[in-house]
């Protein structure tokens, strides 16, 4: 089941896509690249995490909110320059779901995959461990809305805004990066804001 950007306001529509494709929401910028927001329901929600690991994993919504929850505050920051400042997010930390998959000898990286079909992005290893790295399912102490990747984005604080892939339903441990959506379209594979 998928919306279309024509369910909301035509003029915010349009101004947005003079803007690269999205809308406005609250200081954010709504991107989709797919021109659609997917409308996942918790119930069937579902986290794949495989590759080259010893424990492959498919969680539940239930699961991941079963898990100890992590909150983290920053400036959210899109490398096309704008910025949410004070954007408060809660999940679960990536590092405590890579220690149950237990990455085998010869992972690198992580690739992420969204139920849009379409966006994709990667980490290295190293950079997926880092403690506020989260699988965000709350945005200013409420669940995210679908138009900011319901019901589960990934949310990489040090970096641009484009590493936080949203309706976030796969994990795949691999040996090395590879260019995600927007890195195949010219933008740093290292993301970190400087
Ligand atoms: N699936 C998906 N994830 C995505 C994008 C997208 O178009 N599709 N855009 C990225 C970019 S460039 C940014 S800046 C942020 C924007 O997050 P927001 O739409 O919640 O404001 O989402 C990132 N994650
Ligand atoms: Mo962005």
Known sequence: ???????????????????????????????????????????????RIDGNVEHPLL???????????????????????WTVPNTHWRGVRLADLLDRVKPRTG?????????????????????????????AMDLDNKPISADHGAPVRLLVPSMYGYKSVKWLNRISLVSQQTPGYWEQRGYPVNATIS
């Open 59 to 81: 969680l539940s919504y239930e699961e991941l909110r079963a898990l100890p929850q992590h909150e983290v505050s920053f400036t959210f920051t899109c490398v096309t320059g």
């Open 1 to 47: 089941m998928v919306t279309t950007l024509f369910g909301h306001d035509i003029a915010q529509t349009l101004s947005g896509l003079a803007n690269s494709g999205g809308f406005s929401v609250g200081g954010f910028e709504i991107y989709t690249v797919t021109g659609s927001i997917p409308d996942i329901k918790t119930s069937s929600y579902r986290l």
């Open 107 to 135: 992972v690198n990286a992580l690739e992420f995959s969204s139920a849009d079909g379409v966006y994709t992005d990667s980490l290295g290893l190293n950079e997926a461990r880092s403690s506020d790295v989260l699988l």
